[in-house]
């Protein structure tokens, strides 16, 4: 399990539609639970805390800010919830 896992994860959400909805239907406590799910079911094996490093790293240049902000608002982790992982 690794951040490395959950970083390519959010950079195949950008790329791929289908998972970004599928990802936009993930809501609220359980939200990052169902994206760990959705990213073992594509081979890319990573824990919620891989995840929130993964954002964390992001938001610190790895990924475009806009990308990432767009990737956070479809699985409902927008800057107004407080679920939202800390960068």
Avoid: C, W
């Avoid at 950008?14 to 809501?27: D, H, I, V």
């Avoid at 359980?30 to 938001?59: K, N, P, Q, W």
């Avoid at 475009?64 to 800390?86: H, I």
């Amino acid at each position: 399990m690794s951040v490395e896992n959950a970083v390519a994860f959010l950079k195949l959400a950008e790329r791929e539609r289908g998972l970004r909805q599928e990802m936009a239907g993930l809501k609220g406590r359980t939200a990052i639970d169902g994206l760990v799910h959705l990213g073992a079911g594509l081979g890319l094996v990573f824990t919620a805390e891989d995840y929130r490093g993964a954002v964390s790293a992001m938001a610190n240049g790895e990924l475009d800010e806009s990308a990432l902000t767009a990737v956070l608002e479809e699985v409902g982790l927008g800057k107004d919830n407080p679920y939202r992982p800390k960068p």
